[in-house]
C-alpha cells in the first residue's frame, strides 16, 4: 500500500462528492446571489456618476480603509470598482471560512470521529483521503469562481474583470484550504483546527487594515492583502492570485508531508490541558453568566465599535452627500435650524440604540436558553436562588448592553474627528447616544417579562423591537405620523442635539423598565422550570 | 427520625397526571429505593424536591423545611445527581466541580482530590470532549464531596462502567456509614438491592408498593426447579402455584411464600432428584407488577 500513496483517490474523490456536493452548492448559491444582490443594488442606488462620486468621496477615510480596504479608482468609482472595494474582501472571507470549514471536516473531523480509521481500513492509499478531499474542495472554489465571475459579467461589468474577482475569491478559498490542511495535521482536534485555520483568517484581516491604513507594504504580508492587491476593475492585477494559488500549493505540500510522516490521531501540536480548578471569578451565579457570555460581548463589542466608527467616518462629507441623495436629505427636517450633520447623528444614534439592543436581549435570553439546556437545574439544585440567577442575568444584559451603546457612540465620535471640519464636541455627541440607554432597559426588562411569562412567547420582544427599527428608522424616511413611533420605547427618547433633553421621559422608560424586570422575576420565582 | 417527607403529593402537566398523591418518607440515615421504569415520574417527584417545579396540590418537606419556599436553605445540606449531566461544554470538569461545590456550600477538598483520582476523571479537560459516563462523574464527584446530610440521586449510574458504578456504590455506603440518607432513584435493579434499605415502586405517577426489602419478598415468589422419580402431577392444583413449565433440568415454577410450605409437602412425596430455589429478586417483583397492571412499555 505505501508503494501507491494515491490509490483509490478517484472513487474517494466520488464519495466525498457525493456527501458534500449539497453543502458545496448551497455556499456557491448563498456567495454568489449575494454579490451579485449587491452589485444589482449599487447599480440601483447610484445610477448616476455624480452619485457614485459623492459616495466616492465618503468611503476617502481610514475607517473605512481599514474595514473593506484601500479604495482603486475613487476618482473614477465605477460599480466594478465599487464592488472590488466594498465587496471583494468581505466575499473572499465568507469563501475562506467555506473551505476552512469543509476542510477541517473532511480531515481531522473524519480522524476524530473514526471514520478515517474505517476509510483506512479499506484498500486506499495513506494520501488518497487527503487528496481526494482537496481535489473537490479545489473543484468547489474554480466552480465558485465560474458562478461570480460570469454573474457579474451578465450584469454588465467587464467580463475578464469580472472573472479575475471570481478567481481572487476562489484563490483566497483554496489558499485557506491549504491552511486548514496543514493544521488538521497540526492540532490534535477538529476544534483546534478551525480554531487556528480562523485565528490565522483573523490575523490576517488585522495585518491587512492596519497595514492598508499605515503602511501598505505591510498588507503584502496577509494572504487577504494579496485578495486586494488584485485591483480588480481598476487594474486588474494577475500577479497577486498567482501569490494566493502558490501559497496554497505550498501549504498543501507541507500538509502532505507531514501527514506522511504521522501517525492517525496524533498531532504536533501540544493540546494545551485545561484549568484544573476554576478561578474564582467563576464561582458565582453572576461570574459564570459572564463567563458563559464572555466571547459573545467582546464579539459584539467590535462589532458596534465597526459600526459606530463607519458611520463616525462618514460624517464629515456629509452635507455634499446629503445634497446629492433626494432619500436621505427626506428624512432630515430642514426647518429645525441644524446642521444636516446634527440632525443625522441623532438619527444614527437612534439606530445604533436598537442594534445594541440586540445583543443586550440576546445576554438576557441567554438565561432562557440555558433553561432550555437543562442546566439551570445545575444551580436550583444548590443553594442558589431563583432571584439571585434571574438578576446576574438582568445585570450582564443592562451593563453590557448599556456598554454596547456607549462603545458604539464613543466610536462614531473618534472617527468623525478628523473627518470633519468643524468636529462635533464629545459631550453633545456622548449625550445624545446615553439618551438611548433607558430605552434599551425597557427592551431588556420586556425580555425579562417574557422569559418570567413563558419562554416560548420570548419572540414577542424580538417582533417588537423589529417593529421599532421599523417605525423610527422608516417612520422618518417615509414620513408616517407620529403615533406608530410613539409605541416604541425608541419613540419617546429626546433626539440630541436638536431637542430639549427631557429628563422626565427618561425617568418614565427607566420607571417602565425597572417594573417589567420586577414583574418579570415575580412570574420567573413562580412558575416550573423546565431544566 | 423523619428527614424527607411527601404528603399526598400530585402534579398535572397540562391534562397530563404525572404525580398522582405520592406519599413516602425517609428517616435519617437510610438509603431510600425509588424505583420505576421510565416515564413513571420519579425524576418529576425529584425536581418537586429540588424546588424547580411546584406540586399540584399536597406537599413535601426536607428537614421540616417545605421544598417550595425554603429551597435554597434545603439545598445547602442536601447534595443532587441527575441522570444526565447537562454540563457547560466550555469550561472543564475541574472548574465545574468547584463550582457546584462553591454553589452548595462548604466542602472538603481532599475529599475532592481523591474522588477524582477514583473515579479516573480527568478535570481539565473541557466538558464538550467528555463522554455521557464522565460528566456523570463529575455530579457525583462535586455531590461526594460535600458534606450533605441528604443525597438525592436521579438514576445516577446511567453511562457509568461497571468498575466505576462499583466506586459509585462504595461512596453510597460510605455516606450511610457516616449516618447520611439517600434517595435513590433507579431502573437498575441489583443496584437497589445491594444499597437500600427500603423502596417504593412508582409506575404512572402512582406508588404502588413501598417497603423493606424483607417486608417485599413476602409479597413476591420464589423459583424452584425440581426434579422428582415420581411425575409432578396435581402440583398445578395447589393454589399458590404459577408458571409450571418443563424444561431440560426439570420442572421450573414459581410459587407464592404462602404456598411454599404444602408445596415442598407434596414434592417430598415423589422422591426428589434435584431441588433448586433462587431467591425472590427485586426484579421479579418490578417485572411482577408491571405484568399484573399490564399496559405498560413491557
Ligand atoms: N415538563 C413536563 N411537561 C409535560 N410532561 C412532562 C414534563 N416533565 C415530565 N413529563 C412527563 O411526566 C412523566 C414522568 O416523567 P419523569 O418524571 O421524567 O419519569 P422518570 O424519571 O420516572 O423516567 C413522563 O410521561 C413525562 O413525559
Ligand atoms: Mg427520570
Not at chain 1, 469563501?95 to 484498500?123: C, F, K, N, Q, W
Not at chain 1, 414577542?460 to 420605547?489: C, D, T
Not at chain 2, 456509614?177 to 404512572?204: F, T
Request: net charge neutral; with cysteine.
Amino acid at each position: 500500500m505505501s508503494h501507491k500513496p494515491f490509490h483509490q483517490t478517484g472513487s474517494l474523490v466520488k464519495f466525498y462528492l457525493r456527501t458534500d456536493l449539497f453543502r458545496i452548492l448551497i455556499w456557491i448559491f448563498s456567495i454568489t446571489v449575494l454579490t451579485l444582490l449587491t452589485g444589482w443594488a449599487f447599480e440601483d442606488l447610484y445610477p448616476s456618476e455624480i452619485e457614485r462620486l459623492a459616495i466616492a468621496e465618503t468611503m476617502k477615510n481610514p475607517a473605512m480603509t481599514a474595514m473593506v480596504g484601500p479604495g482603486y479608482g475613487l476618482d473614477h468609482y465605477t460599480t466594478g470598482a465599487m464592488m472590488a472595494h466594498q465587496m471583494l474582501l468581505f466575499t473572499a472571507i465568507l469563501a475562506a471560512v467555506m473551505t476552512i470549514l469543509l476542510t477541517a471536516r473532511h480531515t481531522r473531523g473524519d480522524e476524530e470521529d473514526g471514520r478515517s480509521e474505517m476509510i483506512g481500513s479499506l484498500p486506499v492509499g495513506r494520501l488518497a483521503p487527503l487528496t481526494s478531499v482537496l481535489i473537490v474542495i479545489g473543484f468547489s472554489q474554480f466552480l465558485l469562481a465560474i458562478a461570480l465571475g460570469t454573474g457579474l459579467s451578465v450584469l454588465g461589468l467587464d467580463t475578464s474583470a469580472s472573472f479575475l474577482y471570481g478567481a481572487a475569491v476562489g484563490g483566497t478559498g483554496l489558499f485557506f484550504a491549504g491552511m486548514t490542511a496543514l493544521f488538521a495535521q497540526l492540532a490534535e482536534s477538529s476544534r483546534g483546527t478551525t480554531g487556528f485555520a480562523f485565528l490565522i483568517l483573523g490575523l490576517s484581516y488585522i495585518v491587512r487594515a492596519v497595514g492598508d491604513v499605515s503602511n501598505e507594504s505591510l498588507s503584502w504580508f496577509s494572504p487577504l492583502g494579496w485578495t486586494l492587491k488584485t485591483e480588480v476593475y481598476v487594474n486588474n492585477f494577475v500577479t497577486p492570485l498567482l501569490l494566493l494559488i502558490f501559497g496554497s500549493i505550498i501549504l498543501t505540500a507541507a500538509a502532505f508531508s507531514l501527514l506522511f510522516k504521522r501517525d492517525l490521531g496524533t498531532g504536533m501540536l501540544p493540546t494545551k490541558p485545561g484549568r484544573r480548578y476554576a478561578p474564582q471569578s467563576l464561582l458565582s451565579p453572576l461570574g459564570l453568566a459572564f463567563r458563559l457570555l464572555r466571547t459573545s460581548i467582546i464579539v459584539w463589542g467590535f462589532a458596534l465599535m465597526a459600526i459606530g466608527a463607519s458611520y463616525g467616518s462618514v460624517l464629515g462629507d456629509l452635507e455634499s452627500f446629503f445634497a446629492s441623495n433626494d432619500m436621505l436629505s427626506n428624512m432630515v427636517d430642514p426647518a429645525s435650524g441644524l446642521t444636516l450633520t446634527e440632525q443625522f447623528v441623532s438619527m444614527l444614534m437612534a439606530i445604533m440604540s436598537m442594534m445594541a439592543a440586540i445583543p443586550a436581549l440576546m445576554f438576557f435570553f441567554k438565561l432562557k436558553s440555558e433553561e432550555n439546556k437543562n442546566r439551570t437545574e445545575n444551580l436550583y439544585a444548590r443553594a442558589v436562588s431563583r432571584q439571585k440567577v434571574f438578576m446576574s442575568y438582568i445585570a450582564v444584559a443592562a451593563i453590557f448592553g448599556s456598554f454596547m451603546m456607549v462603545i458604539a457612540t464613543v466610536s462614531l465620535w473618534g472617527a468623525s474627528v478628523p473627518v470633519m471640519d468643524d468636529p462635533m464636541s464629545f459631550s453633545t455627541v456622548a449625550l445624545s447616544g446615553v439618551v438611548y440607554l433607558p430605552a434599551i432597559w425597557v427592551m431588556i426588562g420586556l425580555g425579562a417579562l417574557f422569559t418570567g411569562l413563558k419562554p416560548g412567547i420570548t419572540g414577542i420582544a424580538w417582533g417588537y423591537l423589529i417593529y421599532s427599527f421599523l417605525v423610527v428608522y422608516l417612520g422618518g424616511l417615509l414620513q408616517l405620523p407620529e403615533w406608530p413611533g410613539k409605541l416604541s420605547p425608541f419613540g419617546h427618547v429626546p433626539q440630541i442635539p436638536g431637542e430639549e433633553i427631557s429628563y422626565l421621559s427618561l425617568l418614565i422608560l427607566t420607571v417602565i423598565a425597572a417594573v417589567l424586570i420586577v414583574a418579570g422575576l415575580k412570574f420567573y420565582q413562580s412558575r416550573d422550570l423546565s431544566g | 427520625m423523619t428527614i424527607l417527607h411527601i404528603d399526598h403529593l400530585s402534579k398535572r402537566f397540562g391534562k397530563f397526571q404525572a404525580l398522582n398523591d405520592v406519599s413516602l418518607s425517609i428517616k435519617k440515615g437510610e438509603i431510600f429505593g425509588f424505583i420505576g421504569p421510565n416515564g413513571a415520574g420519579k425524576s418529576t417527584t425529584i425536581r418537586i424536591l429540588l424546588g424547580i417545579l411546584k406540586p399540584t396540590s399536597g406537599s413535601a418537606s426536607i428537614f421540616g423545611l417545605d421544598v417550595w419556599k425554603e429551597s435554597v436553605e434545603i439545598h445547602k445540606r442536601i447534595a443532587y445527581v441527575p441522570g444526565d449531566a447537562n454540563l457547560w461544554p466550555n469550561l472543564t470538569g475541574g472548574e465545574v466541580i468547584d463550582l457546584f461545590l462553591k454553589l452548595r456550600g462548604s466542602y472538603n477538598p481532599q475529599n475532592k482530590q481523591e474522588l477524582i483520582e477514583k473515579f479516573q476523571l480527568d478535570p481539565t479537560k473541557k466538558c464538550r470532549t467528555y463522554s455521557k459516563g464522565n460528566r456523570q462523574k463529575v455530579a457525583l464527584v462535586a455531590a461526594f464531596a460535600s458534606d450533605a446530610e441528604l443525597f438525592i440521586l436521579d438514576e445516577p449510574t446511567s453511562g457509568l462502567d461497571p468498575l466505576m458504578e462499583r466506586v459509585f456504590q462504595e461512596c453510597v455506603l460510605k455516606a450511610k456509614a457516616e449516618g447520611k440518607s439517600v434517595l435513590l432513584s433507579s431502573h437498575i435493579l441489583s443496584e437497589v438491592e445491594r444499597l437500600c434499605d427500603r423502596v417504593a415502586i412508582i409506575r404512572q405517577g402512582e406508588i404502588i408498593e413501598s417497603g423493606s426489602l424483607d417486608d417485599m419478598r413476602h409479597l413476591t415468589r420464589t423459583n424452584l426447579i425440581v426434579e422428582t422419580i415420581e411425575p409432578l402431577n396435581g402440583i398445578r392444583g395447589i393454589h399458590g402455584v404459577h408458571e409450571v413449565k418443563e424444561t431440560e433440568k426439570g420442572t421450573s415454577l414459581q410459587v407464592d411464600t404462602e404456598a411454599l410450605n404444602e408445596v415442598i409437602k407434596k414434592v417430598s412425596t415423589l422422591g426428589i432428584i434435584r431441588l433448586e430455589s433462587t431467591p425472590p429478586t427485586l426484579e421479579d417483583l418490578f417485572m411482577r407488577h408491571y405484568e399484573g397492571t399490564g399496559s405498560d412499555s413491557r
